[in-house]
């Protein structure tokens, strides 16, 4: 007579230390000094983010303009940022990389610097436009650099590290934007100005 027992079943779950995450500091500590470089001026740019969160406010409230000539400009530099997106990356291309980040940079925040000091919304207006076509045209070509100067194994976390920068920069300047904002609208726009130069300084000597 056989006899037949049921299975035993067993954990497919074998416990064991779990493998701990490598901090994202000494990830970016592997990459190359220009890539450092490069995260560390996206940082301290953004950092500086203290124009667009706050435009809209300067413009009604310190430019006493009316809702539709502050919609109009902010139009207008929503037009610029897109345009100067877009032609970035044929700029990148045919001009290169870093000279197409110090363009930016330099042109970005000596218009900035200008905004800060006017003394009329006239001369104010027509610095804002050309901010709006100049300022974002970095944004390719430190994408295209990551991927120059990281091999294929690494460019993922060179990515993240640039996304890292951004958010952190971002969300702090947003805050600290908003102190600066009460005290003088024209701190946004030296803070801005002379924080977007520091990238460029980063860049030139990277």
Request: proline share 6%.
């Amino acid at each position: 007579l056989c006899m037949s027992f049921p299975p035993v079943w067993r954990p497919i779950i074998e416990w064991g230390e779990r493998p701990m995450l490598e901090s994202p500091l000494r990830i970016v500590g592997r990459f190359p000094r220009p890539v450092r470089l490069l995260l560390f001026g996206t940082l301290v740019n953004k950092l500086g983010t203290f124009i667009i969160p706050y435009l809209t406010l300067v413009l009604l409230r310190d430019f006493h303009m009316r809702e539709g000539e502050a919609a109009r400009l902010l139009f207008a530099y929503g037009f610029g940022s897109v345009v100067s997106i877009l032609a970035g990356g044929v700029i990148t291309d045919r001009f290169g990389r870093r000279r197409t980040l110090l363009v930016s940079l330099f042109g970005s925040g000596a218009l900035a610097v200008a905004m800060g000091l006017v003394p009329s919304a006239e001369l104010f207006v027509p610095l804002l436009v050309a901010f709006g076509f100049i300022a974002d045209l970095y944004r390719p070509a430190a994408s295209a650099m990551i991927g120059d100067l990281l091999p294929s194994s690494e460019r993922a976390s060179g990515f993240a590290g640039l996304r890292m920068a951004v958010n952190l920069g971002w969300a702090s300047g947003t805050a600290i934007g908003g102190l600066l904002a009460d005290w003088d609208w024209r701190l946004l726009f030296l803070g801005d100005g002379l924080t977007t130069l520091a990238y460029g300084v980063l860049v030139y000597f990277a």
